[in-house]
């Protein structure tokens, strides 16, 4: 029974608007066929006959607004409801540039000898791809046809070349006519008119693709361009994102130069692991002030996308991984072992290994906080994807550390030289093992 007084309040909302989107487009052909024909009264007639479009309109508005407090749409009829107000505010804007069209009538008739003509500029044309796409976009709306909506949508351009075009004319036209100066301005005040009466009927297409889709046109075909204004304004506007990702470039500058220093362990050139370590451990300390600045960056009263407790969980996962990269150097100066060529480069394999589970940290970074601030979906896709292969190179890294376990116990017997060098392996995976876990409280984060 709800369901069915619905229906019926639907359809007589539905008559109430064709029956004045009807009354806009005579209101509007009537408005440009008395300029065509220069008829005073019937411009007259136009003007007087807004009062019953604002009518409609308020009879739209309230109708409406009585389906939804009492029969509580939902889903496409709440569209349509929605839409209905929207596509009257719509049409009672075109009535509105009817009227000030058919105004423009007695100036132009009191100085007909005057008119535009002569100088080979015809509005009529404008005007009546103007009406088409008007009576396109109600024509959409009675039948719900949205490929029909797209093309009223399409073809506003058209009508905006139209406008461009007379415009640079009418001007022409004016500068080598003085006495038609008058008259020029009112016919530059009719072409804005009509560039207005196709947007607004392109505001009703897109009204029509919302209510059988839901989908906004406009909204996405802007959405690329502003989100990309969006990504590029949110480590200026939220600053707590820059400084994660200045942290992490910090880190990966830390652990970069990792392989050098283990290089210079393998050639028992002290001297030179020194000086890597040195630099190295000055790097780190530069990080860990940007880690305890952070909190510093956080005025209290900050809207943040996600709770401040999990931004501290991460950074202090990312800055495990620079810590890792510190006590392998530290582990390197306890001991001189001589490795044979094989394990040399198994062991440098898997550093490189792990260092490149935490290389995509800063563009992981860099789209998980486009998608926190602009709901960027595909931002929020392509950070998974980074995160997932994150995992996935810590697990291969994982793999062939057992893999390189396996082979120290066949080729070292000493017991110390053993525990040294697999406690060496286990400090290398911790790199991969933290940028996993970095990863992994970023996944959470925007999962939310």
């Given amino acids: ?7 019926k309040e639907l359809q007589v909302l539905k008559n109430v608007l064709l029956d004045m989107a009807k009354a806009v487009d005579e209101m509007v052909n009537g408005a440009i066929l008395a300029v065509e024909k220069l008829d ?12 019953e479009i604002d009518y409609y309109e308020h009879l739209v508005t309230k109708t409406a607004l009585e389906i939804i407090a009492l029969q509580q749409p939902v889903a496409k009829d709440l569209r349509f409801v929605i839409s209905a107000i929207s596509i009257a505010r719509n049409l009672e804007r075109l009535a509105d540039q009817g009227v000030n069209i058919a105004e423009r009538v007695p100036i132009l008739y009191k100085n007909k000898d005057l008119l535009i003509p002569k100088c080979k500029v015809n509005l009529f044309e404008m005007a009546k791809e103007a009406l088409y796409m008007v009576e396109s976009a109600i024509n959409a709306f009675v039948t719900e046809d949205t490929k029909k909506a797209y093309e009223v949508i399409a073809y506003d351009d058209i009508v905006d070349k139209f406008k461009d075009d007379y415009m640079e004319q009418v001007k022409e036209c004016m500068m080598h006519n003085v006495e038609s100066i008058e008259v020029g301005l009112e016919y530059i ?36 361009e502003f989100r990309e204004e969006l990504r590029g304004i949110v480590f200026r506007e939220v600053p707590v994102f820059e400084l994660l990702k200045k942290h992490a470039n910090l880190v990966l500058e830390c652990v970069e130069r990792l392989p050098l220093a283990l290089e210079a362990y393998f050639k028992g050139n002290k001297g030179h692991l020194e000086e ?19 909190r510093g960056h956080l005025p209290k009263g900050l809207l943040l996308p996600v709770e401040k407790f999990e931004l501290f969980l991460y950074l202090k996962e990312q800055d495990a991984i620079v810590d890792a990269g510190e006590e392998l150097l530290y582990w390197l100066s306890f001991r001189d072992l001589s490795f044979d060529s094989y394990l040399r480069s198994q062991i440098m394999g898997l550093l490189n290994k792990s260092l490149e589970a935490v290389r995509p940290l800063v563009k992981m970074i860099e789209l998980s906080a486009s998608f926190l601030i602009t709901r960027d979906e595909d931002a929020r896709e392509n950070s998974k994807e980074i995160i997932r292969d994150i995992r996935y190179k810590q697990h291969l890294t994982e793999e062939f550390g057992y893999s390189l376990k396996k082979d120290i116990f066949k080729t070292i017997q000493e017991p110390i030289s053993l525990f040294y060098t697999l406690k060496l392996v286990d400090i290398i995976l911790g790199i991969s093992h933290h940028g996993e876990n970095a ?7 925007i999962a939310k």
């Fill in 1 to 7: 029974m709800v369901r069915i007084a619905l229906e």
């Fill in 40 to 51: 005073p009264p019937l411009g007259e007639k136009i003007v007087k006959f807004d009062d």
């Fill in 189 to 224: 005040i009719i072409i804005q008119n009509l560039e207005r009466i196709a947007d607004l009927a392109t505001n009703i297409a897109e009204e029509v693709i919302f209510t059988v889709q839901g989908k906004m046109p406009k909204v996405e075909a802007k959405g690329v």
């Fill in 276 to 294: 890597i370590a040195k630099h190295i451990i000055e790097i780190e300390k530069e990080a860990d002030k940007l880690k305890r600045n952070i």
């Fill in 439 to 445: 990863a992994d409280l970023m996944r959470a984060m």
